[in-house]
């Protein structure tokens, strides 16, 4: 009886150590659960890192559209400045033929208009400035108007006010005056040409060579 509570000691205290270790085992060296790395994001939803990169290539391509368009818009004017006259920058200007002058006129005319008339019968090309002397842009052309070639007298320059357009009514009729300043080019068919705005004197020069050699 004595032998069997000498072994039967030791087999307790080894079941009770197992039990304990078994115990400490769930409670604190068990391995925990591995979380799912790959577990999908929920639906719309987007990372910060993605975000930026997103709005970094959204705005490389609005710098690109940007460029693009700044491009043609610089080749669409360098087109259209070198076919304008040289000197005259950034605008292209058509100076297109009125109606023929009657230079018949009767008496009641004012002076000037008559004598750009009698010029125009005479066979001359005629220059006529409309013009404001308080600006000067119209200051400008009136020393363009001025520095033109008479052509040894086949040609003739007149100036008048915009204040007194209305005196030259036989003359500008079928070429109407809406700006200052303005300049009519009359060829020796009587017919005048209109350039509204900057003009140059070398632009000037072309439109009356090619109203010298206009037969009347």
Avoid: N
Avoid at 35 to 42: K, N
Avoid at 174 to 193: E, H, K, M, Y
């Amino acid at each position: 009886m004595q032998c069997v509570s000498q072994v039967s000691l030791p087999v307790r205290i080894a079941l009770a150590a197992s039990l304990a270790f078994a115990a400490l085992w769930f409670v604190a060296l068990r391995p925990k659960p591995v979380p799912d790395a790959a577990a999908p994001a929920p639906a719309g939803a987007q990372s910060a890192p993605g975000k930026a990169v997103e709005k970094a290539q959204d705005a490389a391509a609005a710098q690109k559209a940007g460029v693009d368009k700044s491009e043609a818009a610089a080749a669409a004017a360098g087109s259209e400045t070198a076919a304008a006259p040289s000197g005259v920058a950034a605008r292209k200007k058509a100076a297109q033929p009125g109606a023929q002058i009657d230079v018949s006129a009767g008496e009641d005319v004012s002076r000037g208009a008559q004598a750009v008339l009698r010029d125009v019968g005479a066979g001359k090309v005629a220059i006529l400035l409309f013009w404001d002397r308080r600006v000067s842009d119209d200051r400008a052309v009136r020393a363009a108007v001025e520095a033109v070639s008479r052509r040894r007298g086949k040609v003739a320059v007149h100036t008048a006010s915009m204040q007194r357009l209305a005196d030259y009514e036989p003359i500008t009729r079928g070429v109407p005056v809406v700006t200052s300043p303005t300049v009519l080019v009359i060829d020796r068919a009587r017919r005048a040409r209109s350039v509204g705005g900057l003009t140059v004197t070398r632009e000037l020069e072309d439109l009356v060579d090619k109203a010298i050699r206009v037969r009347p």
